[in-house]
Structure formats: structure tokens, C-alpha cells
């Protein structure tokens, strides 16, 4: 069974202070790594798609990471705005069905 | 944003009434999908579709049934709703074609059944 394990569920930290979070996946024949942020009240925002290890990509101040077990949303300098929770997703070969993580809440304080 | 509107928002039900959620898109994806989300569960992808008339189950399908009869359409029926289908519903979309795969999410549609 495909699974995604998200840590740590929740994370706070003062607007300046960078970090990561961690998608763990046990997916068989990744075809792709997918990370959302979703706001209070609303529905997952898409943010990036991951295909092979070792591939990165950046968005402002996120930048995104996958090795073959685990993916990482690295946040530098984060700011309030960036509070939300992030969600990772991940999709097996040939499945266009997704499997989501619990997802991490960032709480970024001024 | 993706063209991708729900229907209703909001919503409270009776125990045992029936009960129909409408996702709409402008985008003319292929592919339709309807989600759930829970404390301590996340999202958990309930039914999905990849074409008109071409639907196939998620892992909690249970209780649920889904429609499309139009590219842009998707149903998804409470055939008889119960107090464990309080949750937010969110419908997704997406399309091969693009090469990416990704999924859009609608806003969502808080149902509670009392």
C-alpha cells in the first residue's frame, strides 16, 4: 500500500528562522512528488511537482527537493504570509490517483 | 485560479436524506476527482472520473456514489447521508495532456449531517 508520512505536524517559527519540512513516501514507482499549500477554509493551492531524484525547484522562498525515499520543502526567511499547512501528495506509475500526506502546519510569527 | 466552482458551499443535512454536491469546471480537464478531508486523515480520494461516463472508486467510496454526464460536470451523491460524511468535500481536476499531472483543487463544500 502506498503511503506518505509528513513530519513534524506542526511547526513554529519566528519570521527570519528557516527550515524544513519532511515528506517521507513509500510509493511504488514514483511518477511524481507533488506539494500543495492549503489555507484555512480553502482548497490545496499546487505548488510543485517532483519527478526524479535529485531534482529541485524553487518558488520565492521555497525550494522543494526529492531523494528516492523522501522529499523536503525547504522555507528561507520565512515570513507570516507563508503560515499555512503543506501538503505533499505522492502518485505511482501509471495511476493518475493521488496519495496525501496529513500535512505540516507552519505558524510563521512576526 | 483554475475555473473550478462548487456547489453548494455549505450545507446541513438530516441523517438519512440524500444529498448531491456539484463540481464545475472551465478548463475541459479530462480528469475529475472528489476528495474528502478530515482531522488526522487528511485527503482521502473518494471517486474519480477520466471521461464522460468513465468513473472508477477511491479508498473511501463507500456511501458515495458519482456522476458525468458532461465534460464539465461532476456529481458526487450522499445516496443516504450519515453523521461519519461530515467532512469538507473538495473536487479536483486535471489533464495529461498538459504533461504534468498535476491536480487543481476547488474551494470546497463544508457538508455537516445531523
Known amino acids: 500500500e502506498d503511503q506518505v508520512t509528513q513530519s513534524p505536524e506542526a511547526l513554529r517559527l519566528q519570521e527570519g528562522e528557516s527550515s524544513s519540512l519532511n515528506c517521507s513516501y513509500t510509493?511504488?514507482?514514483?511518477?511524481?512528488l507533488f506539494w500543495y499549500r492549503q489555507d484555512p477554509g480553502k482548497g490545496p493551492e499546487f505548488l510543485f511537482t517532483?519527478?526524479?531524484a535529485g531534482e529541485e525547484k524553487e518558488k520565492e522562498r521555497l525550494k522543494a527537493t526529492l531523494t528516492k525515499k523522501e522529499s523536503f520543502l525547504h522555507i528561507t526567511a520565512p515570513k507570516p504570509e507563508d503560515s499555512a499547512t503543506y501538503l505533499c501528495?505522492?502518485?505511482?506509475?501509471?495511476?493518475?490517483?493521488?496519495?496525501f500526506g496529513k500535512g505540516t502546519k507552519l505558524t510563521v510569527n512576526p | 485560479d483554475a475555473g473550478i466552482t462548487q456547489s453548494p458551499r455549505h450545507k446541513v443535512t438530516e441523517t438519512g436524506t440524500p444529498v448531491t454536491l456539484r463540481c464545475h469546471q472551465t478548463?475541459?480537464?479530462?480528469?475529475m476527482y472528489w476528495y474528502r478531508q478530515d482531522p488526522g486523515h487528511g485527503l482521502r480520494l473518494i471517486h474519480y472520473?477520466?471521461?464522460?461516463?468513465?468513473?472508477d472508486k477511491g479508498e473511501v467510496s463507500d456511501g458515495y456514489s458519482v456522476s458525468r454526464s458532461k465534460t464539465e460536470d461532476f456529481l458526487l451523491t450522499l445516496e443516504s447521508a450519515t453523521s461519519s460524511q461530515t467532512s469538507v468535500y473538495f473536487c479536483?481536476?486535471?489533464?495529461?495532456?498538459?504533461?504534468?499531472?498535476?491536480?487543481?483543487f476547488g474551494p470546497g463544500t463544508r457538508l455537516t449531517v445531523t
Open positions: 510509493v511504488s514507482g514514483l511518477r511524481g
Open positions: 472520473s477520466y471521461g464522460v461516463k468513465d468513473t
Open positions: 478548463e475541459n480537464h479530462r480528469y
Open positions: 479536483a481536476i486535471s489533464e495529461l495532456l498538459t504533461g504534468s499531472h498535476e491536480q487543481y
Open positions: 517532483l519527478y526524479s
Open positions: 501528495a505522492g502518485a505511482r506509475g501509471g495511476s493518475e490517483k493521488l496519495v
